[in-house]
């Protein structure tokens, strides 16, 4: 944050970051009438007669409820909810900045699995999807499951699916930058929550099958009785108990963690172009110009913007919702997840538009070692995941539309960023 000041960030703030605005006028006595009494009534039957037409006659296929009690807030930790706040709509500026998805913030005072579940399905008639945010693990796991099963609508918690989706993108293009196989390299994640356990299963569907997760008491193994239902599956048999044991001869290395966590020398002691998501913030677990020191062949990546290969969930969510609410989607599945980090790892190989290039004051940023996943600036983000969400959900069978043409969307979703050609 050394190039903004307190005040800058403050009156940025100042009366918070989002409005209503209305789609449709209301400015004469005619007008009235259609937008509230009488005939309101009308679409109100409309819907009473068939429910799933409140899609269709409602803000809902457009909106989704960012909700979270504040007990893990990035980088902040447990602040509650009213100072979470702040967070809460920035990722509703998210969601509308780029990819034009309807989001408010809804910051809850109650703190148990069930007050927390009891309180989204109460306001689920509201949205056409949910974004749980910033919600403290365990209970993060179960408040996901629950509502996954007792709603119709998509519900996904970023912090746990975000970092994986992107990740997940940047190792597929590892793996092929480098020749290496998925069932042969070594993982190792320090940082068993909510993200680190994400990350994990998803690397376990992308064909991995050597991960090692290490927390703040040491390597999660068999040899431990401290550990939760979600931590236990990834217990390994081994004498070592802490990272610097663990990492030697490992092809990557995930820190969700705290500064400073991993060493020169642990990076010395890695194989031979080690991929290194250093994901702590706002400082990580290392610095690339440390890692630099001891390797000239790694494959960095951070979750700051002023370094290559940013891990920025904003490469996910607002994609993913975008798609799962235009084939207005039950569910988000794990095909859905894996769609968009496919869709992510193929847009890094394509030419980088100019205007990203600008953005970042860089003509040379192509594919390779130092750019593996997309940049956030790229429009292109949204034509390339959003329809493979969807059509994930179409041929899951959890989309409610009755047919599905991923070219027509495609093309729906250039004009809704560039216009017609005339325009262009």
């Not at 996901?144 to 993108?169: M, S, W």
Request: charged share 25%; hydrophobic share 45%; glycine share 6%.
């Amino acid at each position: 944050m050394s190039d903004i000041s307190k005040e800058e960030v403050l009156a940025y703030h100042k009366q918070g970051k989002i409005a209503i605005e209305l789609t449709k006028p209301c400015n004469t006595q005619h007008e009235l009438s259609l937008a509230y009494t009488p005939g309101v009534a009308i679409p109100c039957l409309e819907i009473a007669r068939e429910p799933k037409l409140s899609f269709e006659y409602t803000n809902r296929s457009n909106l989704v409820a960012v909700i979270s009690d504040g007990t893990a807030v990035l980088g902040l930790g447990d602040i509650g909810p009213l100072a979470a706040k702040p967070v809460m709509e920035g990722k509703s500026v998210l969601f509308k900045k780029f990819a034009h998805v309807d989001a408010f913030d809804i910051e809850l005072d109650v703190h148990t699995v069930e007050e927390i579940v009891a309180a989204c399905k109460a306001i689920a008639p509201t949205f056409g999807g949910i974004n749980l945010e910033d919600i403290k693990a365990p209970q993060c796991f179960e408040i996901e499951r629950r509502l996954k099963e007792e709603l119709d609508i998509p519900v996904f918690h970023d912090d746990q699916h975000g970092t994986a989706i992107i990740t997940t993108a940047g190792l597929m293009n590892v793996l092929e930058i480098t020749g290496k196989k998925a069932e042969e390299i070594k993982i190792v994640v320090n940082g068993a929550g909510a993200a680190g356990i994400s990350c994990a299963k998803m690397y376990q569907k992308l064909g991995v099958k050597h991960i090692v997760m290490c927390d703040s008491r040491g390597v999660i193994s068999t040899y431990r009785n401290d550990l939760n239902v979600y931590k236990a599956p990834f217990a390994v048999e081994t004498e070592a108990r802490t990272l610097d044991e663990v990492i030697e001869g490992a092809d990557m290395f995930l820190g969700l963690s705290v500064a400073g966590a991993l060493t020169k020398e642990m990076v010395a002691k890695m194989a031979p172009e080690p991929v290194i998501f250093a994901l702590a913030n706002p400082v990580p677990e290392i610095l690339p110009s440390e890692v630099r020191e001891v390797r000239d062949d790694a494959i960095i990546g951070t979750g700051r913007s002023d370094f290559p290969n940013q891990i920025n969930n904003v490469l996910g969510f607002p994609f993913i919702f975008r798609g799962a609410l235009d084939v207005r989607a039950k569910k988000i599945t794990e095909g859905m997840k894996m769609a968009a980090a496919e869709a992510l790892a193929a847009l890094a190989k394509e030419p980088v538009p100019e205007y990203v290039k600008a953005a970042y004051q860089d003509q040379n940023i192509t594919y390779g070692k130092s750019h593996i996943i997309p940049l956030p600036f790229n429009k292109e983000v949204l034509i390339w995941v959003a329809p493979k969400v969807a059509k994930a959900a179409f041929e899951e069978g959890v989309a409610r539309v009755e047919s599905f043409d991923e070219e027509a969307y495609k093309e729906q979703l250039k004009y809704s960023i560039y216009g017609s050609e005339e325009d262009q």
